[in-house]
């Protein structure tokens, strides 16, 4: 009987121990809420021994310069392993050492995901190309259980995997340095853009990266990035310049009635800014002028969700209630 429920009511952890106790085979799929990514996963007789890494396999050999990207992604799923094994870009043996590598990382990983959908059938497959993982579900409960209580406890240093690091000035004052090879390549890529899950999906072991990522923030050679506030003023300012300059333009096309090109330039500036409401109160009146009512009202009901300036509320609401006339006059004559 298939078993389907949402993660946060069927755990992984708990589904795992019913396959193992039960010696089920079959096929799980799980599928996360935020990404809406699904991995899914194949047992036999109890055991993990397979899991779809179609797309893991692809950035493997894109990474390593073994096939060009137009060319990887091309191929079907079920021909990937097929290629690659048969054009021998990579021995049977070492894919075969690779893909335990990147499959146990990624079944580690799916223990963290919180939200999403979990689903279990009992079903025959084949294992492609002898892949068989043959892991004892009990050790991988034991490992990922291990895994998350170490990220728990780094979690006060490392709350977040959205934070973006910089390398810290303080290290050119440090009299040596001895770091691993993780933590030298870390280095080498944390640039003040590269977020902490952008590092995690460059390095591929999750665990690894943050230990590394812990004892270089601990030592201060890492610090998370600070946004300076001039930076935040500065942009605020060009913002509002930008808008003041394109209201001034506007108001010469309104007096020449040019009302098309008040639109082609409010829209634009509406992409780039699109909660301003001087933006939007200004849109309304030039749909209004070209008789687009629909459009007006859209733009102005925007305005009185977003706006905080109460006396223009007013005079919207009003202008509203007479462009709903108006249409209902339209309506009318349009049915005698």
Do not use: C
């Not at 069927?10 to 996360?32: M, N, R, Y």
Request: hydrophobic share 40%; proline share 1%; no cysteine.
């Amino acid at each position: 009987m298939p078993i389907e429920a949402p993660i946060s009511e069927l755990a992984l952890f708990d589904l795992l121990q019913l396959i193992s106790l039960t010696a089920k085979s079959g096929i799980l799929s799980l599928t996360e809420k935020e990404t809406t990514k699904t991995y899914t996963i194949y047992f036999d007789n109890g055991k993990l021994v397979y899991i779809d890494l179609t797309d893991k396999i692809r950035e493997e050999m894109v990474k390593r310069e073994l096939v060009d990207n137009d060319e990887v992604y091309s191929l079907e799923a079920d021909d990937l392993i097929e290629y690659i094994v048969e054009r021998q870009l990579m021995s049977s043996n070492t894919f075969n050492i690779l893909y335990r590598k990147i499959a146990m990382e990624v079944i580690y990983s799916l223990f963290t995901i919180n939200s999403g959908q979990i689903s279990f059938k009992e079903s025959d497959f084949s294992v492609p190309y002898s892949l068989d993982l043959g892991v004892k579900i009990e050790n991988v409960i034991l490992e990922a259980a291990r895994r998350i209580d170490e990220i728990s406890k780094m979690e006060e240093i490392i709350p977040s995997r959205d934070i973006v690091l910089e390398v810290s000035s303080d290290i050119i004052g440090m009299e040596s340095i001895n770091l691993d090879r993780m933590e030298w390549e870390l280095i080498s890529l944390i640039d003040g853009k590269r977020t902490i899950a952008d590092l995690i999906r460059e390095k591929g072991d999750e665990l690894k990266v943050l230990k590394s990522l812990y004892g270089l923030i601990m030592t201060g050679i890492v610090t998370e990035k600070r946004i300076e506030l001039n930076n935040i003023v500065k942009d605020e300012v060009a913002k509002d310049d930008e808008i003041t300059g394109k209201l001034r333009e506007l108001r010469k096309l309104w007096s020449k009635g040019e009302y098309e090109k008040g639109i082609e330039i409010l829209s634009h500036l509406r992409k780039r800014h699109p909660d301003d409401t001087r933006i939007i109160y200004e849109l309304g009146f030039y749909y209004l002028a070209t008789g687009r009512f629909k459009r007006t009202i859209s733009e102005w009901d925007s305005y009185l969700l977003l706006s905080e300036n109460e006396l223009q509320k007013e005079e919207i609401k009003e202008n509203l209630e007479l462009v709903m006339e108006l249409i209902k006059k339209i309506s009318s004559r349009e049915v005698s």
